[in-house]
């Protein structure tokens, strides 16, 4: 029996323009673009964040050492479960994870192991359990990691994750404990993260769109078996709502078609290129495109997007 899914697509604008401000004395500015929030009901929650780091380069302006310790700030105001992140070198990677201590960072560079830029996933290591973790190439060899039509090969890491669920003193877990004393349940799900090719290339993304749904199809059928584990898709994806990379994950507008994703954002704004997309038995919550600053200055080019869900399995 085929299980119905349900899928929401939440989009960000690129931002362009940064300020250089000599940091000082600094007041934070957090505005949050296109809030909302759904009262909670029954299941689990988990919030995720996509957030392109902006490459460390001695060109780009606002350099790295301004620009982390914002970057430090931004992720615990939100506090989301699980980031996403693209372009981030070993060396901020490390650092994020240096300050960020409640956090587990997995993924590999795009050339293998850490060189170069990568797609990391950040999570909760008291919230979750890694059950899995792969990473293909967005190219016609998958397999080869590193592989691409160009020098910049992009890469796609994702992961399999269970909720751990730890009881209070004195209260019997209904789950039993593994040999680290964690209680886990079978409440998994996926997170896929990856950054798209530029502008210049529609047809690699074209191409990784397809490949990323032949991938993400195979997951929850194994032969006759199928098990309904919700997936989210998340990342830099370089291109607008309305492209053909787009109607691969979506289709013509919002189709009816379960296999398919759906998409929030009916105003389908050309410039919104980050994306957080899932599918399986989940409700949005709250979805934010998050403008945070600090006194005009931008931590990245890219404004995150932040969103909160509810796992009805």
């Not at 929401?8 to 000599?22: A, H, N």
């Not at 620009?67 to 931004?74: P, T, V």
């Not at 201590?101 to 590999?108: F, S």
């Not at 990691?145 to 730890?166: D, K």
């Amino acid at each position: 029996m085929s299980l119905k899914l349900n899928i929401i697509l939440i989009m960000g604008k690129k931002f362009k323009k940064l300020v250089f401000v000599s940091i000082v004395c600094l007041s934070v500015l957090s505005d949050s673009l296109h809030a909302q929030e759904k009262p909670n009901t029954a299941g689990s929650l988990i919030s995720i964040m996509t957030y392109n780091l902006k490459f460390a380069s001695p060109t780009y302006k606002p350099l790295w050492e301004v620009r982390r310790d914002m970057q430090i700030d931004l992720i615990n105001k939100y506090n989301p479960d699980i980031i996403g992140t693209q372009e981030g070198l070993k060396e901020q990677i490390d650092y994020l994870a240096d300050h960020l201590p409640e956090y587990v960072v997995v993924g590999e560079g795009r050339q293998g192991g850490d060189d170069d830029e990568h797609m990391a996933i950040f999570y909760k290591r008291d919230k979750f359990r890694l059950r899995e973790l792969n990473s293909f190439a967005l190219s016609s060899t998958p397999e080869r990691i590193g592989s691409g039509p160009n020098v910049n090969p992009r890469l796609m890491t994702w992961a399999r994750f269970a909720f751990i669920n730890t009881p209070k003193t004195g209260q019997e877990s209904a789950y039993p404990a593994d040999y680290r004393g964690h209680w886990e349940n079978n409440q998994e799900f996926y997170v896929f993260n990856t950054h798209f090719f530029n502008g210049r290339e529609p047809q690699g993304r074209l191409s990784a769109s397809k490949l990323i749904m032949e991938r993400i199809e195979k997951l929850n059928h194994f032969g006759s078996w199928e098990q309904e584990r919700p997936i989210f898709l998340l990342g830099d994806f370089n291109c607008h709502p309305k492209s053909a990379p787009h109607k691969v994950f979506v289709g013509e507008g919002n189709s009816e078609n379960s296999d398919l994703f759906k998409d929030t954002n009916v105003n389908g704004d050309p410039k919104e290129i980050d994306w957080i997309l899932y599918k399986g038995s989940v409700e949005v919550l709250k979805y934010e495109e998050v403008n945070y600053n600090v006194d005009g200055v931008y931590p990245s080019d890219h404004k995150p997007i932040f969103v909160k869900f509810l796992i009805n399995i």
